[in-house]
């Protein structure tokens, strides 16, 4: 078993080494060529001074080739000087004689060091013993002018060493002859260590290129197939972002049409509950007042205490009366399903303002609006339940109802002149009163908006889209108010409500009320 683990453990190892590397590819490879790169520009700086180095001695040895064969030159000239002085004893040849010789010195002591610096051993003895038979010969030279001279001759210029013996000139000029071939094989010999290292220089140059070129291509290749699959990984991801967003509208639009569908629901449930709290209830409360009624007046001369307490009970039937009352106008408000939606925010308006002093401030069309049933029941639960925040938490002594309508959409904007919504409350979940108003918005597809006014106070707006919007004409009969109208089974189609919908009310003009 352990012998097992073990190769798994290196063949994952393995396998990590190799995906890194897959992955360090390029990385790897531009350092291989960086570091071969700078190699190969220290390996060519090197040889390019090396092959600088033999010039320079290749052609310094030939310029000493060429010095000692004007040395050579200049001997032969003073042994032709000393000749003519002999046959014509005319100074001149001896003034030239010397002349001669101070050069031949001067080229002595260039040779001289030039020897002491690059030659070896052998090459500085043999320059030594020529230069010392150079003297000894322009020594011999000038013993022989002095000698053949009638009269005495200043040959300073020449040395002050005279020697006795004489030089063989022979041998001077094969030792010259010697050193010559031997500074000639020095610079061939620098010159084919040039050339050689030339070639190898070359060598290396076209070796660099060519693996940097390769390098390069597979640098490239590697780059081109990460490009790739960098781009095949960002089609899949933008694919799978697009499914994304196509199931993400998709739950948008089911959870849409599911509240929709609950808010729709709800409305018919409170429709039906309002129906049997005003049918059951409503008769059961008014039978009950009845005989109470009628049993306070049977009972009031005969037993006062308890006819008392009989008005007592009519005044608290009474109270239940107006609570049932109260309780249907907020489920299903009947001013709404019979009046419309103009009446239906008027009436909200008039009662909210009565109830917490506000000042009331009204912009409603002066006749009813065409709008589908649905609609006037979201706007009107908007413009409900703002006034209920505003009558919790604003502190405002205005309220402002505007309603509006074209170009396909009708718009309500509601505004107050109180300490104004927080920012922090906007983004906040558990405001279930702006969450409930913004996703009955949004299932009609519409807008809302709530920020604070530019002064102070809370501004809420409403835009819904309507197939069509316009104004129904006056019918001329007025229905009961008292009675509630259940749901609409004959709603024209794309949302027009049907044209048998009584909505008579009478109106008064826009403006403000206190």
């Not at 100074?91 to 010789?101: E, K, M, P, W």
């Not at 004959?490 to 403006?511: K, Y």
Request: hydrophobic share 45%.
């Amino acid at each position: 078993m352990s012998g097992d683990t073990r190769a798994g453990a290196d063949a994952r190892l393995a396998t990590r080494l190799a995906n890194w590397m897959h992955q360090r590819s390029w990385a790897i490879a531009m350092t291989v060529a960086i570091v071969i790169t700078c190699g190969g520009l220290v390996i060519l700086e090197t040889a390019r001074q090396r092959i600088a180095s033999e010039y320079e001695a290749a052609l310094e040895a030939r310029g000493v080739s060429m010095q000692l064969g004007e040395l050579d030159g200049h001997l032969a000239r003073l042994q032709a000087h000393e000749s003519r002085f002999l046959l014509t004893k005319d100074d001149a040849d001896a003034h030239g004689f010397c002349a001669r010789a101070a050069q031949i010195h001067r080229g002595i002591r260039s040779l001289d060091a030039y020897f002491r610096r690059a030659a070896d051993n052998a090459e500085l003895a043999s320059f030594t013993q020529i230069a010392a038979l150079i003297e000894a010969r322009i020594a011999s030279g000038a013993q022989a002018l002095q000698q053949a001279s009638p009269h005495p001759l200043d040959l300073g210029a020449c040395g002050s060493a005279m020697q006795k013996s004489g030089v063989d000139a022979s041998l001077v000029t094969s030792t010259l002859a010697l050193l010559r071939d031997n500074e000639e094989r020095r610079a061939q010999r620098a010159l084919d260590a040039s050339r050689a290292d030339q070639r190898v220089s070359t060598l290396v140059a076209a070796g660099l290129s060519a693996l940097n070129i390769v390098l390069f291509i597979l640098l490239f290749r590697n780059l081109g197939i990460q490009l790739d699959s960098q781009a095949r990984v960002q089609k899949q991801l933008i694919t799978q972002q697009e499914e994304l967003d196509r199931l993400v509208n998709e739950r948008t639009r089911q959870l849409e049409a599911l509240g929709w569908h609950l808010q729709a629901v709800s409305e018919n449930e409170k429709t039906q509950l309002a129906r049997e709290l005003h049918d059951e209830l409503g008769a059961i409360l008014t039978a009950s007042k009845m005989d109470v009624a009628w049993a306070r007046r049977k009972l009031q001369e005969a037993e006062p205490v308890v006819a008392e307490k009989l008005t007592r009970a009519l005044a608290t039937l009474d109270q239940g009366i107006a609570l049932k009352r109260r309780i249907i106008e907020d489920m299903r408000p009947t001013v709404l399903a019979n009046f419309g939606l103009v009446t239906a925010l008027r009436t909200l308006g008039d009662e909210a303002a009565q109830r917490n002093g506000w000042a009331l401030d009204l912009h409603l069309p002066d006749d009813e609006l065409h709008l589908d049933e649905q609609v006037e029941i979201a706007l009107f639960r908007v413009a409900q339940e703002s006034l209920t925040n505003a009558a919790k938490y604003a502190r405002a002594t205005q309220i402002m109802i505007a309603l509006s309508a074209g170009h396909g959409e009708v718009t309500l904007h509601i505004a107050d002149n109180g300490i104004g919504i927080m920012p922090g409350d906007l983004t906040r979940t558990h405001t279930h009163g702006l969450m409930g108003m913004r996703q009955r918005v949004a299932a009609r597809g519409g807008r809302f908006d709530v920020r604070r006014g530019e002064l102070h106070g809370t501004e809420i707006r409403v835009v819904l889209p309507v197939p069509t919007v316009g104004l129904i004409e006056e019918p001329g009969n007025e229905p009961d108010p008292s009675e509630p109208r259940g749901e609409s089974t004959d709603a024209a189609p794309d949302g027009i409500v049907a044209p048998e919908r009584d909505r008579s009310v009478g109106r008064t003009p826009v403006g403000r009320v206190s």
